[in-house]
């Protein structure tokens, strides 16, 4: 099953542009998670951020979590080409993870 | 801390053969591990959920006689896809969660890219 939708699917951007990706999910939530995946490589996790919390930092990444909008972001500043991956959002209400669909960000130097 | 290890990394099989693929956690024990499939430009999809010891619960959609799950012991899950036929071709990934953490986090092997010939 899929709970979560990005927004948007792709994005493209130049190098030291700010990336912005929105997750929309459906039910009750004990945690958001954010993972890249490099092409046709494993899982990266990003960053964790918990039901009562509002908004998380982890270097360039900024995650926010607004519950009675079951929606998330993730920003990504000045970005890098290293940051070209896809991007999942994930959450968490039992012990399994549930993916959005992702959004393909590419950089451009 | 916290590896997962995946073998193999890639196979090529025959349509109507089976094919094991091994998930491990490498420097703690994993209480439940997790098999998610990925389709080529498409998202994770979990395919069942299995507990050490105890039968695999498998998704909705997901046939768990052609799907084997085998969670033998804390730090090994097998997934045996039976009868392969093309469309089972795909980038299977496994995940562990470490026993005792609440539940939280959960740490992703590198995945196996399953063909199908």
């Known amino acids: 099953s899929q709970q979560g939708e990005e927004d948007p699917q792709a994005l493209s951007i130049q190098e030291g542009e700010n990336a912005t990706m929105n997750c929309s999910y459906k039910t009750s939530i004990n945690n958001l998670q954010w993972y890249r995946q490099n092409s046709g490589r494993g899982l990266v996790h990003l960053i964790l951020i918990r039901s009562n919390e509002r908004e998380k930092h982890s270097g360039r990444l900024r995650v926010t979590l607004d519950t009675s909008k079951k929606s998330s972001s993730l920003l990504i500043t000045a970005s890098r080409a290293a940051d070209t991956a896809s991007y999942f959002c994930?959450?968490?209400?039992?012990?399994?993870?549930?993916f959005g669909k992702g959004t393909t960000l590419s950089v451009s130097s | 801390g916290a590896v997962v290890s995946q073998h193999p990394s890639w196979v090529i099989c025959k349509s109507g053969t089976s094919v094991k693929i091994e998930c491990r956690s490498l420097?703690?024990?994993?209480?439940?591990m997790f098999w998610y499939r990925q389709f080529p430009k498409q998202s994770l999809m979990l395919m069942a959920t299995s507990n050490e010891g105890s039968k695999a619960t498998y998704e909705q959609g997901v046939e768990k006689d052609k799907f084997l799950i085998n969670h033998a012991s804390l730090t090994l899950s097998t997934l045996t896809v039976t009868s392969a036929h093309p469309e089972d071709s795909s980038f299977y990934i496994c995940s562990a969660n470490r026993g005792g953490t609440g539940g939280y986090e959960q740490y992703f092997g590198p995945g196996t890219r399953l063909t199908v010939t």
């Open positions: 420097d703690f024990q994993a209480t439940t």
């Open positions: 994930a959450t968490q209400a039992g012990t399994a993870l549930i």
